[in-house]
């Protein structure tokens, strides 16, 4: 029996199936959930009056931070859903790279290991950067 773990288990053309398989999987869940969001958007709110917009106002944290947009989700709020489409859809490429990570961990290819490494740091920290609350 083969080890899962190992890289007998998994060759070159399986790690680049299972990374093809996360974005694309990514891709069609959060497209989906935008799509039917937005149309639910438009069903509820397509009628109202436009906002005014001379004055800025601000998003909550139910807009802008993690938690309040899982919160929200949860609730059936129809922004924070958009916004669970949107955070999935930043997510996949995140996924993409630790699988890419997973795979050159098997291969035992440390400067791959050492490049992805550096660009999953970048990408989080960049995120982390710009989170609010």
Not at 66 to 71: H, N, P
Not at 82 to 90: A, M, N, S, T
Request: net charge positive; hydrophobic share 50%.
């Amino acid at each position: 029996m083969k080890q899962v773990f190992s890289k007998n288990y998994w060759g070159d053309k399986d790690i680049s199936l299972l990374v093809g398989q996360i974005l694309r999987i990514g891709v069609i869940l959060a497209s989906s959930i935008l799509v039917i969001s937005g149309i639910w958007y438009l069903i509820v709110h397509g009628q109202d009056a436009v906002p005014n917009y001379k004055d800025f106002v601000g998003e909550g944290k139910s807009n802008t931070t993690i938690r309040g947009i899982i919160m929200g989700a949860f609730d059936k709020n129809i922004p924070q859903i958009i916004q669970l489409g949107v955070l999935l859809l930043i997510c996949t490429p995140i996924v993409r790279v630790i699988g890419s990570l997973f795979g050159f961990v098997i291969e035992k290819d440390k400067l791959y290991i050492m490049i992805t490494l550096i660009v999953l740091t970048v990408i989080i920290g960049s995120i982390l950067s710009g989170v609010k609350g």
